[in-house]
């Protein structure tokens, strides 16, 4: 017995190790650890008083991940993935978004369990086909997590969690074909809507002129603008454009006031963000009555399939978009080659035709 715990000492067991008791009114109750632990003081505590033990209660840290789960395959993703530290400031936070979205999202209707809990292991391809056909109304959301979730499955084989990938060949292509270019039609209701002096113009001429993304439009800085050239650096991609100021975009940017930061001026002065141009620009196309489906983002394909439409190369395409991928200026040559060949190919089975119709003689 001590006197700082009465009714407790300490003891040798039959390994040789000391041990702690608590022994009262002919019961011995077994303490754990010693003098000065957390679990010896409240044993010994639960002892005076007659009482079981309290447990201290477990608050899981918000950043916590159960070994080998979804969360923290994605910790990896964050942490060691090369592929992750070559992507640009904008592509990290869109899929840093995506990825705590659904790792925040229960695994099923009606369960707590979130998919951050879930271990990897666990992952089946109908798991996933089922997340992407819950996304068949926002098919580029659909993709967008695809991406994310590979990402994950990635790092879990490389820690050697999983064998195999529950997502291999597993291909999502989205149902619709996404933003389409606009038609002559189209672009002449909106010239006429809103001509030359008007910011909705303004946007239209250097979305369409440059066929650059929302993103860098929207920020686009007055000093840009050198001599006859629009100097830019993409913000997703990082690749710097030097682009010619065509006649109709230098007519726009001659009646612009050219004093802000940017080009493009909110009516209080402000530079836009992307995503309020998006917005405006949905408001202006309505007053002008075109159908929905004239985005900003199409005015970048309508200037694709112009530049292939009049006989540019795909190198030329993709240097003035600032495609980094040639597939994706390759579906503008290969569109306008195929209609030029076959109106060419046509024109030989008429000129054929006519030829064989003539009457001898």
Not at 192 to 215: D, E, Q
């Amino acid at each position: 017995m001590t006197d700082a715990y009465p009714n407790a000492g300490p003891f040798t067991d039959r390994h040789g190790r000391e041990r702690w008791r608590f022994r009262r009114a002919g019961k011995t109750v077994s303490l754990p650890h010693a003098p000065g632990h957390p679990e010896f003081e409240e044993a010994y505590q639960a002892a005076v008083e007659g009482r079981p033990p309290r447990k201290a209660a477990v608050i899981a840290h918000p950043n916590a991940a159960a070994p080998r789960s979804m969360q923290a395959a994605w910790n990896l993703v964050l942490r060691d993935s090369p592929d992750w530290k070559h992507l640009n400031a904008v592509t990290k936070q869109k899929q840093s978004a995506i990825a705590e979205a659904f790792l925040a999202s229960p695994i099923a209707e009606g369960t707590k369990v979130k998919w951050g809990q879930a271990p990897l292991l666990d992952l089946k391809r109908r798991h996933v086909r089922s997340l992407l056909a819950a996304r068949s109304e926002t098919p580029h959301a659909a993709r967008h997590l695809l991406v994310v979730i590979r990402k994950m499955i990635l790092a879990g084989l490389d820690e050697e969690w999983i064998e195999s990938d529950p997502t291999y060949r597993l291909k999502y292509r989205p149902e619709t074909k996404g933003w389409r270019a606009w038609t002559d039609a189209e672009r002449e209701l909106f010239e006429k809507r809103w001509p030359i002096g008007t910011t909705p113009r303004l946007v239209y001429v250097l979305a369409l002129w440059l066929g650059n993304r929302r993103s860098d439009v929207a920020a686009l800085p007055v000093s840009a603008i050198q001599g006859n050239t629009i100097v830019l650096q993409q913000i997703k991609t990082g690749r710097r454009l030097v682009l010619s100021i065509t006649p109709m975009l230098r007519e726009a940017l001659d009646a612009t006031d050219l004093d802000g930061p940017t080009i493009l001026r909110t009516a209080y002065g402000e530079p836009f963000s992307a995503k309020s141009l998006t917005g405006r620009m949905a408001d202006w196309t309505k007053l002008a009555g075109l159908p929905k489906g004239c985005t900003l983002h199409g005015l970048r394909k309508t200037l694709g399939k112009m530049l292939a439409d009049g006989g540019a190369t795909t190198r030329q395409i993709m240097d003035t978009l600032g495609h980094t991928d040639i597939k994706h200026a390759e579906l503008y040559t290969k569109e306008a080659d195929q209609q030029r060949l076959a109106k060419q190919g046509m024109a030989a089975v008429v000129k054929l035709h006519r030829s064989r119709s003539k009457p001898a003689g």
